[in-house]
């Protein structure tokens, strides 16, 4: 995880962005040298779940794998986008 002059959070960890979508944190996906790059505002909120992400809180394990599952197939597609 990255955090950018312009008061973002980066993170390559689909989990983790599923974790924060789940909360209703929506990341930016941007590509960069072939890897999808979720982007997050640096804002308190986004601190504080990173924060539970961090200690392992309990999340509804089928809207979690939902979440997951969305973020995927929107990697994928920007990845194909990108070539």
């Known amino acids: 995880m990255k955090r950018s002059e312009e008061q973002r959070i980066t993170s390559l960890d689909i ?25 997050f505002p640096s804002t308190e909120r986004t601190n504080q779940l990173i924060t539970a992400y961090n200690m ?11 979440a997951v599952k969305t973020l995927r197939g929107k990697m994928l597609s920007m990845r194909e986008n990108a070539r």
């Open 15 to 39: 989990y983790l962005a599923a974790f924060l979508s789940l909360h209703q944190v929506a990341p930016t996906l941007t590509v960069s040298n072939g890897r999808v790059i979720f982007v």
């Open 56 to 66: 392992n809180t309990n999340v509804p394990v089928a809207d979690f794998v939902v």
